[in-house]
């Protein structure tokens, strides 16, 4: 492991920690299966993009579709350690990533949908390195536009704020 990929782990690791999420608490489609501990939390704070487009199967209608997110992430101490992207995929600045797909979802009160995400793929020796789930909690903001979407702003795009919480786990050691 390089030395500045090593400091950056370490860096993360030794962050105050954020409350731990509690699992049963939640809605049994956003949990993350037994076997899984938490590992790390982070603050996402960016924009989720969205373009007007003709609604599939609905001639004449038209609706705003994602087109993709982007976020800065941050730690405990508001410090940025990576990024957020379609994917979805995390990229921490120590080096690692984590990509995956959505396998639930629920409506949140104000913001976007919490959802749990299996990761397929990581790849770096940083702090995603072996991460199995994320979580997406305490979102706010980020729903589609309230502005007109029609034939005349077909492929108008816009940009809405929000906030969300990224939780990542990894298998528990047998």
């Known amino acids: 492991m390089k030395k500045n990929t090593l400091i950056s782990v370490l860096m993360i690791?030794?962050?105050?920690?954020?409350?731990?999420?509690?699992?049963?608490?939640?809605?049994?489609?956003?949990?993350v299966p037994?076997?899984?501990?938490?590992?790390?939390?982070?603050?996402?704070?960016?924009?989720?993009?969205?373009?007007?487009s003709a609604k599939a199967g609905a001639p004449g209608q038209y609706e705003w579709t994602l087109?993709?997110?982007q976020a800065?992430?941050?730690?405990?101490?508001?410090?940025?350690?990576?990024?957020?992207?379609?994917?979805?995929?995390?990229?921490?600045?120590?080096?690692?990533?984590?990509?995956?797909k959505p396998v639930a979802g629920m409506?949140?009160?104000?913001?976007?949908?919490l959802q749990l995400v299996k990761i397929d793929e990581?790849?770096?020796?940083g702090a995603l390195r072996n991460t199995s789930y994320v979580q997406r909690l305490a979102t706010q903001g980020g729903l589609p536009p309230t502005s007109l979407c029609d034939k005349i702003n077909d492929r108008a795009v816009e940009e809405v704020p929000y906030k969300a919480t990224y939780v990542f786990y990894q298998p528990s050691k047998p």
């Open 107 to 113: 409506t949140a009160q104000g913001g976007i949908p």
């Open 13 to 31: 690791a030794s962050l105050p920690a954020m409350a731990a999420v509690d699992n049963a608490q939640l809605p049994e489609n956003i949990r």
């Open 34 to 52: 037994g076997g899984h501990v938490e590992k790390l939390q982070v603050q996402g704070e960016g924009k989720i993009i969205y373009v007007c």
């Open 67 to 69: 087109l993709q997110p």
């Open 72 to 100: 800065t992430l941050y730690n405990a101490l508001r410090q940025p350690v990576g990024q957020y992207y379609a994917g979805p995929r995390w990229d921490l600045n120590d080096g690692s990533q984590a990509v995956g």
């Open 122 to 125: 990581t790849r770096g020796e």
